[in-house]
């Protein structure tokens, strides 16, 4: 069918600023954001209805940034309705309207979507490791990091083996890990096959070795997480896609976990059990000082928690003295449990415990 030459599509951008200021004077913020930031696109003579001599209808579409999509998702339907019949009430075209109103979410990049979401499980690696190779390889941890190097920084390694294990985190140092009873080659690939993730310490001989290579590639292949870490040699290759760690120093294998602790946060699939190593690091402070920096180093990290994770956080404190005692963890621990829960939280003997619970308590025992 030939369509008639139709003048409601031109007027359509006006109609749209006419709303912006309405929606302005309304206080619809919502409905003004879709109006001004959709790209508009028009089908038409989407539909027909021969009455009055025929009446064709226009559809509209407004695709809008991901954010405003979400936000108005569950109202998707009503907004639509809306807009639509706002701008039929402007429209003096004869024989045309706005039949439908379409809200659709603009294409975002999607190269690496399903591994940033935090909740991505890579697919099972083909090689099957037993329940008593992974408890003697990694432990009980629940986070298990690769550290791949060269021999020659063996003893730096181990170090921050010892620094990772203080955030809650089990690493494989091949050197020392393995037991004299087993075929070395078997049990690295157990442990590669087994690993949450991968650390390359990228000293300037790091590629000189043919295992290191092949351990990062496993990472690749695998789809774990894989953290470059400069130490005089820059990402090359397929890790170069990553920017790498910079500014760390083997004098401070400390701070070299921290910093991988906050990159696995970012990038693990399951940041549940990345908690539970910080909880686990946490309850088990053995000093003030270490209590502080667990607090600011691991839990911090954390935007938002369970109230349960937060109930096991609160239990860790106070029943450990270096954690209840720790007058700088206290105090840096408060404002992330008040951004955890939305309520302020007091010290009362040692303990913590939410101030409006205080003062309930308070209340019940004055007597009347």
């Given amino acids: 069918m030939n369509l008639p030459r139709f003048e409601l599509p031109g007027m359509v951008d006006r109609y749209l600023a006419v709303l912006n200021r309405l929606y302005e004077r309304r206080d619809q913020s919502l409905l003004r954001e879709i109006v001004v930031n959709g790209v508009v696109s028009i089908h038409e003579g989407w539909d027909y209805d021969n009455w009055d001599g025929g009446t064709y209808g ?78 003697r390889i990694w432990g009980t941890e629940r986070v298990r990091v690769f550290l791949s190097h060269k021999s020659s920084v063996r003893q730096n390694v181990s170090r921050l083996k010892q620094s990772l294990a203080r955030c809650g985190i089990a690493a494989f140092v091949a050197h020392e890990d393995i037991e004299p009873t087993e075929e070395w080659q078997r049990e690295i690939e157990r442990a590669l096959f087994s690993m949450d993730a991968l650390v390359a310490l990228l000293t300037e ?44 120093v083997w004098e401070d294998t400390d701070n070299m976990a921290a910093r991988v602790f906050q990159v696995l946060h970012k990038r693990l699939a399951d940041n549940s059990r990345l908690f539970e190593c910080a909880l686990s690091a946490y309850a088990t402070s053995t000093s003030f000082a270490d209590s502080a920096w667990k607090v600011k180093q691991l839990l911090s990290i954390f935007d938002r928690l369970s109230e349960t994770q937060v109930a096991h956080i609160v239990d860790a404190c106070n029943t450990n003295n270096q954690n209840s005692h720790s007058f700088e963890g206290r105090d840096s621990l408060k404002p992330l449990l008040k951004k955890w829960t939305g309520r302020r939280w007091i010290v009362q003997v040692n303990s913590l415990m939410p101030a409006d619970q205080v003062n309930r308590t308070a209340d019940a025992e004055v007597p009347f």
């Fill in 205 to 248: 001989d790091y590629h000189e070795s043919n295992w290191t290579d092949q351990e990062a590639g496993v990472a690749i292949g695998r789809g774990v997480p894989l953290i470059a870490v400069r130490l005089g040699l820059d990402p090359y290759g397929l890790m170069g896609r990553g920017q790498g760690l910079s500014g760390c």
């Fill in 58 to 135: 226009h559809a509209i579409t407004l695709t809008v940034p991901e954010d405003i999509f979400l936000r108005v998702f569950d109202n998707k339907d009503e907004c639509e309705r809306q807009i639509a019949e706002h701008i039929n009430k402007l429209v003096h075209t004869q024989n045309e309207h706005v039949a439908r109103v379409f809200v659709e979410v603009e294409p975002a990049q999607a190269d690496r979507w399903r591994e940033e979401t935090g909740v991505y499980r890579p697919r099972m690696a083909p090689l099957s490791v037993s329940a008593e190779a992974l408890k």
